[in-house]
């Protein structure tokens, strides 16, 4: 994968002066959403500009010790208006690892009332949105992270990525390919690893944050969901889980325990396709994965107004969750009769 010479001199050329700069990530941010923005504004502040991070929601509590994670403005708690003022004085406003100014939520209202800045995607989703100035949109990417690390080398040299900013590359690198094993790594991919691993960052330190930081609540939910809530059917080819508000609860929930839960129905041999249904106050979140062929993100868009990847995605539904379970496996219905299941 090559970034297009002609998008880094365009990027270079908006970087010329120095600018007051808003890096924005996506509602319930990963770890690729945040390692990419925390590294993305470290270079740039080194460059004299002025950098201000802003999410929409809170990041997960395993993630809090990424480095300058703290500075972060968080939109929904932001209550002395640093969000605002930093938009509306903003001269660009990057948009890191989503692909359209919707998944914002209230942000994105913030974001309409700034039409002066100029407005510049780095992201690896499919399908993005027109509204940018500069797209680099590479849908093959591994990672945000990759590609940030991809800019960093070709604008500034590796040699500018500190210990801090190869944690926050790594951490996204690492979480967005599922431990490097998904068919988005390339050897290009383990060699920017090695880049950022000889800055004498602690790769086992990064490990045991991400994976095996979680409370004693998560893993009982967990067992939980895999036991008592894990349906199976398609001939055992798809598979669902769901968890109320009221179950949440009982297993003192917070946000980013059931990340990653989505993932297990797809370790049982066979298995092509997984559902998470979690509810929210207003909604209930759907996650999607899929192995292979089966493309998620045609069916996150088509069944529940959203998208991703091919092999992962997810979106939103508005009804309750029985009908949202039937609305699934309804769904599936239809998708296996067209063949794509
Ligand atoms: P997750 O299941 O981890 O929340 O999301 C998996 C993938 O689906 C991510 O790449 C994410 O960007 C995408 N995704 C999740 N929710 C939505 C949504 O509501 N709309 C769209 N377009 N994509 C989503
Ligand atoms: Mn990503």
Redesign the pocket.
Known sequence: MVIGKNKLDELRSFLATPSSIVILS???P?G?AIGSSLAWAEILSKQGHKVTCILPNRYPYYLEFMPGIEDIVVFKDDKDGRANAAVKSADIIFSL????L??LDHLGDLIDENQHAKRILIDH?LDPSVDFDLMLSYPEASSTCYLVALIVEELYGVEQISPNMAVNLFVGMMT?TGNFAFSSVTPDVFRMVSVLAATGISIPDIHNHVYNSFTEGRARLFGYVINRKMKIFHNGAVAHMSLTADELRRFWFQQGDS?GF?NYPLTIKKMKMSA?FTEHSDFI?????SRGDVD??VF??RY??????RN?????SFVSMEETLAHYENSVKEYAAEGKL
């Open positions: 996506h509602t319930n990963d690729d690892d989503f692909h359209s919707s998944r989703h967005d990340e989505v998470m979140r759907v996650s999607l994965r998620v993100n996150a868009q529940f107004n959203g998208g991703g990847h992962a995605a997810g979106g939103k």
